[in-house]
């Protein structure tokens, strides 16, 4: 059964920096590929971060230069780390896996972000 839990959430002002973890178990790790998604209240859920099981990595233009997704394989986890966080930052955020091996995908429960003074 595979199973991906989301963690690192909280309240941070307007500057500051949050690191989220996503641990995965069930699945090959070094195999999958591996998007943070947000999602706030009224807007549809959008992609943020993506890293591939090569290690290639991605970002939404809103959060380019500011965030960085990366993988430790060893550990069955990958991170978002958040700088310069803005208001507009603020949302759940959501971790996403897809075995290269699978047709499936498969979805963490979320954390809350918030951005606020």
């Known amino acids: 059964q595979v199973h991906l839990m989301e963690s690192g959430g909280g309240l941070v002002q307007p500057g500051g920096s949050l690191t989220l973890s996503c641990t995965t178990s069930?699945?090959?790790?070094?195999?999958?590929?591996l998007t943070w998604y947000r999602q706030s209240p009224g807007r549809q859920r959008e992609l943020v971060a993506a890293?591939?099981?090569?290690?290639?990595?991605s970002y939404a233009d809103s959060v380019e230069g500011r965030f960085t997704i990366s993988r430790d394989n060893t550990k069955n986890t990958a991170y978002l780390q958040m700088n310069s966080l803005r208001p507009e930052d603020t949302a759940v955020y959501y971790c996403?896996?897809?075995?290269?091996?699978?047709?499936?995908?498969?979805w963490g429960q979320g954390t809350q972000v918030t951005v606020s003074s």
């Open positions: 069930g699945t090959v790790f070094r195999l999958n590929g």
């Open positions: 996403n896996a897809k075995p290269v091996y699978m047709t499936a995908d498969y």
């Open positions: 890293i591939a099981s090569g290690g290639h990595t």
